[in-house]
């Protein structure tokens, strides 16, 4: 049998191609398949159709005549049409429009904040390759994971693991806070500042302005800065390189000569600092800190290209423990670019972290897009109907059922098009605001895959929301619609109902969402965590302060207003630094503790407000206190003494009495339990001065203390935070994503009742002739209105019935990552399906009740 | 108007339109291209250079008659116009005084 030449490529050839080439082109082709299905009948195919597909080219392809000669003139009739729909039913227009602008607003902002969160860290050139040295600790009651690192591990690493191709230690700017300053001889200004190995800029993509990456922290005085630095210190960036400045952290101080100068980082890199001093300055500093049992640095690696990271964590797990016998503690390797979004862990695994929220956003912009498309859909298809009498009259003259169609089609593009530039403008306006909320920076930049993608949202939107009353009414008989015989389908209002009652199960979850998010937000700020905050500033140890802190600290104590004085390594808003190297009387074997561990001073129980359980806290009256400590009850409990007052312990060697027990308090934030505790007297190296001021007139001392910095402390500014703001500003992501969720929620409520408006308005229309009946037979107003009501009562319960549990489960689920958090009331729930229930009604009473007062002549004299 | 110029596929699809002059169309072309050039071309390509060189007035084309073959689709024969031999001669004499120029070298 002859091979016949594929059907498909035939019929497309001879779809496209130009009539006057086709028989040539044809024949030539249906040659060269015959000569070649006679070799290979398969291969003869495949090139045949390539073949065609490679004519289809601007040569050869026909000019399409449109069915309807008239084209451009039938889209202008359209356009008109739409224009003319668009005024004649200016309500729902404007719903239609204002309802999906805002919903497009809404995700254009999320996807923003969303690309933005995703982006974070990923710029690095090795971003592939580059991983952090998280340190899982084994202890009792499970593992616990740390990102910082022996001091000793990097230089380890790299020199004994060939999978490592390179690794670096750094510190955390946070760890010295305000105590790092810098002088250009002058005055000295506060900065950010970290110590880093010499690979630091190789391993980081910080490009530099001035001078060259490699080796710019070789030397033990060398220091790079930012660009914004060097115009602060030096007054512009071009000529600082080579400068020479004076360094300070606490008592630590020298001459550094600049050998680099890096461009401004990026804000969507969480490393943020101005300086970087070289890495063997801190081993100085540490000392005799610098040991595998100290976890004081971060390490980061670049591993070799291709190398199995599970595998390699497996080898370098007892890394450690080899170095330091009896230490608890296993490296993983953890990708830099994840910590960001992953950096929660349980047991030793990633666990979710801040992608958490990015999800969520994720899901509340589809979620508003999703709301706002329904009301688009529901809208076309309600207002659709009630231009049956049109299709009638178009049918009947001779419009096919494409032609309707594509008029409907393009009425439901223009809106969403219309819609589409309204929401850019929105977010134009929003984004100041949005930013101020999110703590970002984004820019609305209009990229090409930007606005296609936009424009792809768009059109999907309109043909999703257009297709409905285009397939579906331009298939009704003329003759029916004409002659009056149409209703609505059963199908047609019952999709209508389910897509409002969805709609609402999607507001009440998000209204329920966000009114427990905010309750536990605030619950967190006002409990009581055990010690007063209020009225506590601290201030950095600095400058005359690091001479003689027992005079300094005592002068500062006299000045006006001043209640309390102290000082401690700890800051009271952040997990501090924490000890395993406790031992005391009766402890067994193999017990590990974890104790959060800080230096203090005199005065420390009176500045703070916590309170005693037993004995007392560190006092001058007691004279040098050094070998005293003081632990909290969850300290007491767990190494189980009783007693514990006069009982000696052992803490890093030295032996510390126990002369005081604390009652438990939160010292850092309500994410975490309250953990073993102890307070260690020491009269150095207290990085924060602790001050009580009188809460009477705060702005009044605060003002003291300033001009007594003046004298005492001169070339340094009076820099102080409040205990309790910084502590609140630990609530910031909560309190962001809270108020985020609020606006969106809020959002998304007025869209769904914005559907709901007119579609009360539409159902009221429709029912007109019915209501005017039964008005002449004596129903009340009232009636009518329940009547009308009763529809979207069913809907707004069913949605409520749904809803509810829903958001149960969700608030439940969220609650889980506090460790104090509030707990479930019934009532949260019963006010959001009573508000929605509520708003619902309001919104349709609206309609309802107009339609009620119709007098009934109006509607019945028609017809 | 510009010089109506010839692309270096296009003279060869012109030359063997030429060589087989009255037997030229379209699969004989191919075969004979793929026989000497010794590599696979697409009939697509040959047409759009027969297309364009027709336009410029290098060749003609008529219809053959109805046969069998093909499914019964006719041949398109393509003719080289007077036009076409003249811009044949035009690149070759260039072509040969070029080569001329070339000084006696020597490879080896």
């Known amino acids: 049998m002859k091979v016949q030449a594929p059907k498909y490529a035939l019929k497309f050839l001879r779809w496209f191609c130009r009539k006057d080439y086709l028989e040539e082109i044809e024949g030539d082709l249906i040659e060269l398949f015959e000569l070649q299905s006679a070799e290979s009948p398969a291969a003869a195919k495949r090139k045949f159709t390539w073949s065609v597909v490679r004519y289809f080219r601007p040569e050869f392809i026909k000019l399409f005549p449109s069915q309807n000669s008239k084209f451009i003139i039938m889209q202008q009739h359209n356009l008109k049409i739409t224009y003319r729909t668009f005024l004649r039913y200016k309500s729902s227009f404007l719903i239609n429009l204002f309802g999906l602008a805002t919903g497009l607003t809404c995700a ?37 994971t740390d990102t910082s690192s022996p001091g000793l591990l990097a230089e380890a690493l790299e020199e004994e693991v060939p999978e490592i191709k390179m690794a670096v230690e750094d510190s955390d700017p946070l760890w010295f806070g305000e105590n790092f300053s810098l002088s250009d001889g002058e005055k000295f200004h506060k900065a950010s500042g970290k110590f880093a190995g010499d690979g630091y800029f190789e391993m980081y993509s910080f490009p530099m302005k001035y001078g060259q990456a490699d080796h710019a922290l070789k030397d033990k005085k060398s220091v790079v800065i930012s660009e914004s630095l060097a115009t602060r210190l030096f007054g512009s960036s071009k000529d600082a390189l080579n400068k020479s400045l004076e360094w300070k952290l606490l008592h630590f101080t020298s001459q550094a000569t600049v050998t680099g100068v890096f461009k401004n980082l990026p804000t969507n890199s969480t490393q943020q600092f101005d300086f970087v001093l070289p890495f063997s300055l801190f081993k100085d500093i540490l000392g005799d800190g610098l040991h595998w049992g100290n976890y004081n640095t971060y390490t980061s690696v670049l591993v070799t290209p291709g190398t199995n990271i599970n595998q390699l964590n497996q080898k370098l797990a007892d890394f450690i423990k080899n170095k330091n016998q009896g230490s608890n503690v296993s490296p993983m390797l953890v990708k830099f670019s994840d910590l960001y979004l992953y950096g929660q862990f349980e047991n030793g695994q990633q666990a979710g972290g801040r992608i958490m929220y990015v999800r969520l956003f994720s899901v509340i912009g589809l979620f508003v897009l999703i709301i706002a498309s329904i009301n688009f859909m529901n809208l076309s298809t309600a207002r659709a109907s009630r231009r049956l009498k049109e299709i009638g009259v178009k049918k009947s003259l001779g419009a096919g059922r494409k032609t309707l169609i594509a008029q409907y089609l393009t009425e439901a593009l223009v809106m969403a098009f219309l819609a589409l530039i309204f929401a850019i403008a ?77 709609q609402f199960v999607l507001s009440i979850v998000m209204v329920v969402s966000v009114l427990i998010v905010y309750k536990q937000i605030n619950f967190a700020l006002t409990k009581n965590i055990g010690y007063d905050r209020n009225g506590v500033i601290l201030v950095p140890m600095e400058g005359k302060a690091t001479e003689n802190i027992e005079s300094y600290l005592t002068r500062l104590g006299e000045v006006p207003g001043v209640e309390h004085v102290s000082a401690s390594s700890h800051t009271f808003t952040q997990n501090g630094s924490f000890t395993t190297g406790v031992s005391w009387p009766g402890k067994t074997e193999g017990t590990i503790i974890k104790f959060e561990q800080s230096r203090a001073y005199y005065d420390i129980q009176q500045t703070l407000g916590f309170e005693m359980a037993e004995g007392r806290s560190f006092s001058n009256q007691y004279g040098d206190e050094t070998s005293k400590i003081i632990f909290n009850e969850a300290a007491i409990e767990a190494m189980g003494l009783e007693d514990p007052i006069g009982k000696k312990v052992n803490l890093w060697g030295e032996e510390k009495e126990i002369i005081g027990v604390m009652k438990n308090f939160n010292y850092s934030s309500l994410h975490s339990k309250v953990e073993p505790m102890l307070f260690h007297f020491k009269t150095d190296f207290l990085p924060n001065i602790l001050i009580k001021l009188n809460t009477k007139n705060p702005r009044n001392v605060l003002s003291n203390l300033r001009e007594w910095y003046k004298i005492n402390n001169p070339g340094y500014n009076f820099d102080y935070t409040f205990l309790d703001t910084a502590y609140e500003a630990q609530y910031k992501a909560e309190e962001r994503v809270s108020l985020l969720a609020r606006y969106f929620a809020g959002v998304a409520i007025v869209i769904s009742c914005l559907g709901l408006f007119a579609l009360a308005a539409f159902t009221a229309e429709r029912r007109q002739k019915e209501i005017g009946v039964r008005k002449i037979l004596g129903a009340s107003h009232f009636t009518i209105v329940r009547l009308l009501s009763a529809d979207f009562t069913k809907m707004v319960l069913l949605a409520i019935v749904i809803g509810l549990p829903v958001s149960y489960v969700m608030a439940n689920f969220w609650l889980q990552n506090f460790a104090y958090h509030i707990n479930l009331e019934w009532w949260y729930f019963a006010i959001s399906g009573a508000a929605a229930l509520v708003i619902a009604w309001l919104t349709v009473s609206f309609q309802t009740i107009k339609a009620a007062q119709t007098n009934p002549s109006a509607s019945l004299k028609e017809e | 108007m510009k010089e109506p110029s010839l692309g270096e596929f296009e003279e060869l699809v012109l030359l063997m339109v030429a060589a087989l002059h009255d037997e030229a169309y379209g699969v004989s072309i191919l075969e004979n291209l793929e026989t000497k050039l010794d590599k696979r071309v697409n009939i697509s390509a040959i047409h759009v250079a027969l297309k364009r060189m027709e336009e410029k007035g290098f060749v003609q084309s008529r219809f053959g008659g109805i046969t069998n073959d093909r499914g019964g689709r006719r041949k398109k024969f393509y003719i080289i116009t007077a036009f076409g031999k003249k811009m044949l001669d035009q690149q070759y004499a260039l072509r040969t005084s070029l080569y001329q120029e070339i000084p006696k070298i020597s490879f080896n």
């Open chain 1, 108 to 144: 254009i902002l999320i996807f923003l904040w969303v690309n933005d969160e995703l982006s974070t860290d990923k710029f690095h050139e090795h971003d592939a390759q580059l991983y952090h040295v998280m340190l899982n600790h084994e202890e009792d009651g499970g593992i616990r």
């Open chain 1, 426 to 502: 929105f977010t134009y306006a929003l984004l100041p605001q949005f930013n101020q909320i999110t703590g970002k920076v984004l820019t609305l930049t209009l990229s090409p895959t930007f606005i296609g993608g936009l424009i792809g949202i768009v059109i999907f939107t309109g043909l999703l929301a257009g297709s409905y009353p285009a397939l579906y009414l331009s298939g009704f008989k003329p003759i029916n619609i004409l002659k009056g015989h149409f209703r609505g389908s059963a199908t047609e209002a019952w999709t209508r109902k389910g897509l409002v009652v969805f």
